[in-house]
Nanobody, 124 residues
Framework: QVQLVESGGGLVQVGGSLRLSCAASERTFSNYAMGWFRQAPGKEREFVATIGRSGVSTVYADSVKGRFTISRDNTKNTVYLQMHSLKSEDTSIYYC?????????????????WGQGTQVTVSS
């Protein structure tokens, strides 16, 4: 069982920035494609960004493209989500997910492990 722990969430004003981190317990972290998803109250969990095992391939949801950047540091078993120009509609619980031995994916059911989430609140 792989444990994922998100951190870095908080309260920020519209236009501000946050960096989320997701630390993995698994030493073979580099074998996993990683993703970020988010879920607002009353909404379905939606795709945000994903990154391949090497960190080269990335895919973003249209709603965050140009504002968010996903990256990873395999020496630290950590994936990041840099968020800039935050909007009120970015307010959600953000979840980190890992896909064993797989390619990056935008689909929830492609991922094998999930963190418990970190709250991001953007005030307007």
């Amino acid at each position: 069982q792989v444990q994922l722990v998100e951190s870095g969430g908080g309260l920020v004003q519209v236009g501000g920035s946050l960096r989320l981190s997701c630390a993995a317990s698994e030493r073979t972290f580099s074998n996993y494609a990683m993703g970020w998803f988010r879920q607002a109250p009353g909404k379905e969990r939606e795709f945000v960004a994903t990154i391949g095992r090497s960190g080269v391939s990335t895919v973003y949801a249209d709603s965050v493209k140009g504002r968010f950047t996903i990256s990873r540091d395999n020496t630290k078993n950590t994936v990041y989500l840099q968020m800039h120009s935050l909007k009120s509609e970015d307010t959600s619980i953000y979840y980190c997910a890992a896909r064993r031995f797989g390619a990056p994916s935008t689909l929830r059911n492609a991922y094998d492990y999930w963190g418990q989430g970190t709250q991001v609140t953007v005030s307007s």
